[in-house]
């Protein structure tokens, strides 16, 4: 006998994911076992791309998480509630959840984890980071047998495509992301996109999985691109750098008496040295670098959003699920200890992360300045008094009357950059600070 979906939202992803059931030929022939058992939208009159028996269509969503004939809720809705209520009121009745819903996980997935581990069912969520680009399985199987140092990448393609197309034409951001909306990558709200929320999203799940315990998302720091000026991205490029939101999670070298695990935990623009493979990564594509030991670098690239690929994410969730109920032949929900050990999240504990004053990064910072002597030599002698070594300071040109300055340092402590920064504010001579970005 099949297993029963109950499909919640048949927007983009949950008709990519019902186009991918209805035509399961040249699939793993798990996709052949698993039914559409009910749909749930919010308007039964709206047209869908893809063609299910309009009896399957349902506007109560409640009905199908309670409903003893569904095996598996796939919950792609979006939004915070009712997706949040709906998932655990699935577990409650003993249904296994497969969402894509990285805004619920983010927040409240010690509730929802604890629950499906009591109810002994499985929340799976390959589609809720970088759409189509396996990076929840390769964590939780294939690489968690190493020492994770380092989970790096470009997780939000709305981000990736405005930088893309600011680097390649010179154009200004504004411009960029009214583009962006009428093509549909962006939301017409683009809050959690541009302003790196919905990477901070991400970035946190990968970090929970890459280190093994909890991640307070208010925690995680998150920094957009609205700032990104094409004067910067020009400077860049003179320096030998590319700029995009990068998302990172790392662990910190602890010292021998520290038991406690440090992450940084970080969403904001970075130089980052043309050279990196992660610098290529343009336009709307998603990449993840991954550096562990004794695997080190492993590079994930794809799409990180859109129907198709995010609705394989969905269905290769639903099918690992689907794969653990034939081989212990019981659909009921398991015992908590017969939980799959690596399908399962089971951390407990928060993780310890570092506040950003203590973090260590090269920056890069471009001053405007009135052109008298002795600008450079001020700046350089407060950034000295504060510990924060220089790499380069360039005069680059002139914007009207004022001297455009750009300065790179080696790695420093936040903290003591913000303080030089603050006082070099409220120097005479220095009219502006228009952009501070972290290089790598
Ligand atoms: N789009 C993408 O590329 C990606 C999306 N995701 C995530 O997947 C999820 C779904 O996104 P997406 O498919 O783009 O969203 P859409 O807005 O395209 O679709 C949402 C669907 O949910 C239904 N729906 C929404 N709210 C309700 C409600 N209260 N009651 C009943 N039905 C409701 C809508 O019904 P109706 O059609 O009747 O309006 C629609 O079918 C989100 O969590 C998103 O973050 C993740 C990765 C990529
Ligand atoms: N809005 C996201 C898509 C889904 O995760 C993006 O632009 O990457
Ligand atoms: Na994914």
Known sequence: MAFKIGLLGLGTVGAGTAEILLNPELRHPLVQEIEIGKVGVRSLDKPRPVDLPADLLTTDLEAIVTDPNIDIVVEVIGGLEPARSLILKAIAHGKHVVTANKAVIARYSDEIFDAASTAGVYVMIEAAVAGGIPVIQPLKQSLSVNRIHRV?????????????????????????????????????????????????????????????????????????????????????DRLGFVIKLLATALREPSAPDDATDHLQVRVHPTL??????????????????????????????????????????????????????????????????????????????????????????????????????????????????????????????????????????????????????????GFEGVAEIPSVLRVL
């Open 152 to 236: 790096m990448g470009i997780v939000n393609g709305t981000t990736n495509y405005i930088l893309t197309r600011m680097a390649r034409e010179g154009a200004d951001f504004d411009a960029v992301l009214a583009d962006a909306q009428r093509l549909g990558y962006a939301e017409a709200d683009p809050t959690a996109d541009v302003d790196g929320l919905d990477a901070a999203d991400k970035i946190a799940i990968l970090a929970s999985l890459a280190f093994g315990g909890r991640i307070k998302l208010p925690e995680v720091y998150c920094e957009g691109i609205r700032s990104i000026s094409a004067a910067d991205i020009a400077y860049a």
């Open 272 to 425: 980052l040295p043309k050279s990196h493979p992660l610098a290529s990564v343009n336009d709307v594509y998603n990449a993840i670098l991954f550096e562990g030991d004794p695997v080190g670098q492993v590079m994930l690239f794809g799409r990180g959003a859109g129907s198709g690929p995010t609705a394989s994410a969905v269905v290769s969730d639903i099918q690992n699920i689907v794969a653990i109920l034939k081989a212990t032949g019981s659909r009921s929900p398991h015992s908590t200890a017969d939980l799959h050990l690596l399908l399962a999240c089971i951390h407990q504990h928060y993780c310890t992360i570092s506040p950003m004053d203590e973090v260590v990064s090269r920056f890069y910072a471009r001053f405007l300045t009135r052109d008298m002597p002795g600008v450079i030599g001020r700046l350089g002698t407060c950034f000295g008094d504060h510990d924060v070594s220089l790499e380069s300071v360039v005069q680059i040109g002139f914007q009207d009357d004022l001297a455009e300055i750009v300065v790179v340092t080696h790695d420093v402590r936040e903290g003591n950059f913000r303080k030089a920064l603050a006082e070099i504010r």
